[in-house]
C-alpha cells in the first residue's frame, strides 16, 4: 500500500529564513512523489514531482525537494521563505497502479515578517 | 499549464435537498477524474474515481447512493449530494489527470448544509 507521512502539524519560519517542510514515503514499486500547497477555501496547486532522475526536484515558487531513497524521504525546501509561502502544503504519492493519488495529513507552514 | 474547473466554489443548501458539484478540465480530456472530501484542518479523503462511460468505483466507506458520480464525457465529472444533511457539510475537491503522471485540481468547493 502507498502512504506518506508529514510528521509536522506546524512550522513556524522567519521571512527570509530556509524552510523545510518534512515527508516520508512508503510504496511498492517505484515511488511517484508530489508536493501541493493549498490557500484557504482554494484547491490544491501543483508544486513539483519526482517520477525518476535527480534527485534534487525544482518546483515552482523557487521551491524545491530532495529523493533520498536510503531514508524514504522527500523534503520541502525553500532557501529564503516569503510571507506569501505562509499555506498548507501536503505531500502525497500516486499509486501506480491506479492512478490515485493518497495524501499527506497536511504542514501548516507559518512565515512570519 | 491544464486548468481543471469546479463549479460552484460555495453552496448553501437546505437538509434534505441534493446538490450537484461539476468538475470540468477545460483543456485536455480525461478520461478519469477523482472526487476528494476535506474535512477542517485535515487531509484530503480519496471518495470515488470517476470513469467516462461507466460507473463509479468508490473508496471502503463511501455511500454510493448518496454521493452519486456521473461522467458523461471526458470533461465533465459530476458530484451529487443527495438528501444532503449538516453532516454532509465539507469542502470536496475534484481532480482530473492528463497523462499517466499529472494531476491537476478544481478550486474546491464548500459546502455548508443548514
Known amino acids: 500500500a502507498q502512504s506518506v507521512a508529514q510528521p509536522e502539524d506546524q512550522v513556524n519560519v522567519a521571512e527570509g529564513n530556509p524552510l523545510t517542510v518534512k515527508c516520508t514515503y512508503s510504496v511498492s514499486g517505484n515511488p511517484y512523489l508530489f508536493w501541493y500547497v493549498q490557500y484557504p477555501n482554494r484547491g490544491l496547486q501543483f508544486l513539483l514531482k519526482?517520477?525518476?532522475?535527480?534527485?534534487l526536484v525544482k518546483g515552482s515558487y523557487g521551491f524545491e525537494a530532495e529523493f533520498n531513497k536510503s531514508q524514504t524521504s522527500f523534503h520541502l525546501k525553500k532557501p529564503s521563505a516569503l510571507v506569501s509561502d505562509s499555506a498548507l502544503y501536503f505531500c502525497a504519492v500516486r499509486d501506480d497502479n491506479f492512478n490515485k493519488f493518497y495524501f499527506g495529513s497536511g504542514t501548516k507552514l507559518n512565515v512570519k515578517p | 499549464g491544464a486548468v481543471v474547473s469546479q463549479h460552484p466554489s460555495r453552496v448553501i443548501c437546505k437538509s434534505g435537498t441534493s446538490v450537484k458539484i461539476e468538475c470540468r478540465s477545460l483543456?485536455?480530456?480525461?478520461?478519469?477524474m477523482f472526487w476528494y472530501r476535506q474535512f477542517p484542518k485535515q487531509s484530503l479523503m480519496l471518495m470515488a474515481t470517476?470513469?467516462?462511460?461507466?460507473?463509479?468505483?468508490?473508496e471502503q466507506g463511501v455511500e454510493k447512493d448518496k454521493f452519486l458520480i456521473n461522467h458523461a464525457s471526458l470533461t465533465l465529472s459530476t458530484l451529487t449530494v443527495t438528501s444532503a444533511h449538516p453532516e454532509d457539510s465539507s469542502f470536496y475537491i475534484c481532480?482530473?489527470?492528463?497523462?499517466?503522471?499529472?494531476?491537476?485540481f478544481g478550486q474546491g468547493t464548500r459546502l455548508t448544509v443548514v
Open positions: 470517476s470513469n467516462e462511460g461507466s460507473k463509479a468505483t468508490y
Open positions: 483543456d485536455f480530456q480525461a478520461t478519469t
Open positions: 481532480s482530473a489527470h492528463r497523462g499517466t503522471t499529472e494531476a491537476f
Open positions: 519526482y517520477i525518476t532522475g535527480d534527485n
